[in-house]
């Protein structure tokens, strides 16, 4: 495996290096707001993410070794980026849990779900102020390196 083009350390390296580079790039851009808050879409993101990954253990025990760290990890990730939602609108009202997934999904739709999450994540931190890049950056690096364990 020393000689794949995408290794596990290779990917992990790489997105260590996303927050210091997203940082650098979102410092010149506005950061008034011009609509809703970014955050609350990627939080409704973490929460669907959470849920599916959980209804996949459902579906099939045998991926819970593999996917309970994800339902975990997005189910923090949805507390921290409603933490910050909440921080700038204390006045916002508590979302609704994120409604179970219609079918049974397994580890390929799970995957999927993770890596749109983590790209949109990823997107969003361009037009954020630097305060709140470093949260979503990490947000985005946990999802492509998820999505890239989970292939």
């Known amino acids: 495996m020393a000689g794949a083009a995408w290794s ?11 927050p210091p580079a997203v940082a650098g790039c979102s410092l010149g851009r506005a950061t008034g707001p011009s609509g809703p808050d970014p955050l609350i879409a990627l939080a409704d993101a973490a929460r669907a993410d ?8 459902a579906a099939d025990h045998g991926l819970a070794a593999a996917l309970q760290p994800l339902v975990d990890a997005r189910t923090r990730h949805a507390a921290a980026l409603e933490a910050e939602i909440t921080r700038l ?3 916002r009202p508590t979302p609704a849990p994120a409604p179970p997934p219609t079918s049974r999904p397994g580890r ?8 749109a999450s983590g790209r949109a994540a990823g997107e969003a931190a361009f037009g954020l102020p630097p305060e709140r890049v470093g949260l979503v950056a990490s947000v985005a690096a946990c999802c492509s390196a998820y999505a890239e364990v989970l292939k």
Request: avoid cysteine.
């Open 89 to 91: 609108d204390p006045d």
């Open 8 to 18: 596990r350390r290779r990917v992990l390296a790489g997105l260590l290096l996303l």
């Open 50 to 57: 959470a849920a599916l990954a959980a209804a996949a253990v």
């Open 108 to 115: 390929t739709e799970v995957q999927r779900a993770v890596l």
